[in-house]
């Protein structure tokens, strides 16, 4: 469990945390259209934080792609499926290996995506 910091609410005299769940999307099946924009992670668009576990890849490089990228949003993607995982950045967006670059993700392997600067979309694991 995480505590959301500096969000304490008051009532009367007593003062209580709020709990903070990331956003998750369990048992996703990565898209075997292997090319940028498919599989995309909708959870997070509203959302700074969120888990994606990618159950079903059946096929190496069959595909996911993250949410744009926006200063402070964190993304942990756990491939549980059967083969190697692509990862797509939004579009326009980096990875860190270039604009519109994919990264791949072992099976079993667990990769965190953050976004810590403002300016061009860029997400770094």
Do not use: H
């Amino acid at each position: 469990m995480f505590t959301r910091f500096g969000s304490n609410t008051s009532s009367g005299n007593s003062t209580k945390n709020e709990d903070y769940r990331p956003a998750v999307d369990a048992g996703l099946t990565a898209s075997v259209t292997q090319t940028q924009g498919n599989g995309a992670i909708t959870v997070a668009s509203g959302e700074l934080n969120c888990i994606v576990q990618v159950a079903t890849c059946a096929t190496t490089n069959d595909t996911i792609t993250l949410p744009a990228a926006v200063v402070g949003r964190s993304v942990l993607v756990a491939n549980d499926g059967a083969e190697t995982l692509r990862i797509w950045p939004a579009s326009g967006e980096n990875l860190g290996a270039g604009a519109d670059t994919a990264t791949t993700l072992a099976t079993t392997a667990r990769a965190r995506f953050t976004c810590a600067v403002a300016g061009p979309g860029r997400m770094e694991d």
